[in-house]
């Protein structure tokens, strides 16, 4: 007979009073006192190794941490993915965490965090956040491991059945924008974020004057301000019009254009009862802009992707001028951190959706189990696995009629098989974001 590890340490833990006591089976007593033999004098808990993986099985660079214990088969995987600085984020965890967190004890998933961020003096870098969430995330599913529970309910059970997604649908012309959606209004889909001609709507910009004049390289971005401040509003109505009033629309300014324009643009998108507007404005912005904006719409507004800084969403969350917080769970520190950042969002009406782009399976089962738990989740931005990522991670969360929905297996329930992802090398190139232009060469913010 099969037992597993929590039954065993439950039995451990009653010993004979419980056998005494008539509780358990003789069988069980036996196993019990087995497992407290195989036990005793033996050192508590620690960590003996941690490892960091590299592996592309989609689009995205991903890095994945795994941390290992003294107790054979014990071990947890996080999410450390900085796709454009993987190497950096590996070289961070296996010279700087590595020696850190070697011997310690895993249980001690805060202490470990505080100090571990405290280390090397200056912080709060999108680098080390990344590492510190590969540590953090892992700890949490060894903890669930040993709980033999999944993550959710150590977090404090569910409070609804599964996770309500976005899915983006793009197109250069509002014919593709309307097919690309329906589609996914038929897959179940009820929250779409729409984007016409790529952010800022850099493919109808045109040829640009800086590219005539030799300014700049061949392959940088142009964004022609004027055709995305008339475009983007006729999406909208077009959207609205031909795929109904019931259906949920999101979209990215992505930060492209001039905070000025920005509200005047999210004033006449009001009309069309928008779910979300996201980041409107770069996060280095003077934050009076937000107020600014609030006193002129009451569009609700998503921000935070870029942040890696308590300062970048501390006062915006507390002075409501958003109402949904868009933090990367791993660029902000891990699991750890996105749970305080809902519990002071819960007290401001500020609903969370994580950054879903660029997160593994990991990750994003890591998302999941904080959505599942919050009164105030808004909503999730998804990413549709495929099936070399499934392979990879295998028990990774899958997409159900518009729903996230993960396993009930201890911990995040996703395992990785690291020969396979061997398979998968990351992309050396391209790691940098393009530069983004004007049409004299200006550049601007993402
Ligand atoms: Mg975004």
Redesign the pocket.
């Known amino acids: 007979m099969h037992m597993n590890r929590r039954n065993m340490m439950k039995l451990a833990a009653l010993g004979t009073t419980a056998g005494a006591l008539g509780a358990l089976t003789k069988q069980e007593e036996a196993m019990a006192a087995t497992y407290e033999k195989g036990t005793k004098g033996l050192a508590p808990l620690k960590i003996t190794d941690v490892k960091v993986f590299l592996t592309i099985p989609q689009d995205q660079n991903l890095v994945v941490v795994k941390v290992e214990t003294s107790e054979p088969g014990l071990f947890g995987y996080g999410c450390a993915s900085y796709r454009r600085r993987p190497h950096l984020v590996a070289e961070a965890i296996e010279r700087y965490l590595k020696p850190f967190l070697i011997g310690k004890d895993p249980d001690q998933i805060e202490d470990l965090w505080q100090t571990a961020f405290n280390m090397s003096y200056w912080r709060n870098g999108s680098i080390f956040n990344n590492a510190l969430s590969g540590m953090d995330q892992a700890l949490w599913d060894i903890k669930g491991k040993r709980a033999n529970m999944p993550v959710y309910q150590l977090l404090g059970g569910k409070v609804r059945f599964a996770v309500d997604c976005y899915a983006h649908a793009r197109g250069d012309d509002l014919e593709t924008v309307e097919a690309n959606a329906k589609d996914l209004m038929n897959q179940g889909f009820r929250h779409i974020r729409i984007q016409l001609g790529g952010y800022g709507s850099e493919n109808l910009s045109g040829e640009a004057d800086y590219k005539k004049a030799g300014f700049g390289a061949r392959g940088d971005v142009t964004v022609d301000t004027r055709v995305y401040l008339e475009k983007l509003p006729e999406l909208f109505a077009h959207i609205r019009s031909t795929c109904g009033k019931q259906i949920e629309l999101l979209h990215?300014i992505?930060e492209r254009i001039n905070p000025i324009d920005a509200i005047r643009l999210i004033k006449q998108l009001e009309e069309y009862d928008p779910f979300f507007v996201?980041?409107p404005f770069p996060p280095e912005t003077p934050q009076h802009y937000f107020k600014m904006l609030r006193e002129q719409t009451s569009c609700p507004i998503a921000m935070g992707?870029l942040f890696n800084n308590p300062t970048e969403w501390i006062p915006l969350i507390s002075g409501m001028m958003i109402d949904f917080i868009?933090v990367h769970v791993s660029h902000a520190g891990g699991l750890s951190v996105a749970k305080k950042i809902s519990v002071l969002s819960e007290l401001f009406n500020v609903r969370t959706a994580w950054?879903g782009?660029g997160v593994s399976p990991v990750g994003h089962a890591a998302n999941a189990h904080l959505d599942l738990v919050v009164p105030n989740f808004g909503i999730q931005e998804v990413v549709q696995f495929n099936d070399a990522t499934r392979a990879v991670f295998p028990g990774c969360p899958t997409i159900e009629n518009g729903y996230m929905i993960v396993n009930e297996a201890p911990g995040y329930g996703v395992d990785f098989d690291e020969k396979l992802a061997a398979d998968y090398p990351i992309v050396e190139e391209p790691l940098n974001w393009p530069p983004i232009r004007k049409g004299d060469g200006t550049a601007i913010r993402p």
């Open positions: 990215d992505h996201e980041d992707e868009r950054h782009h």
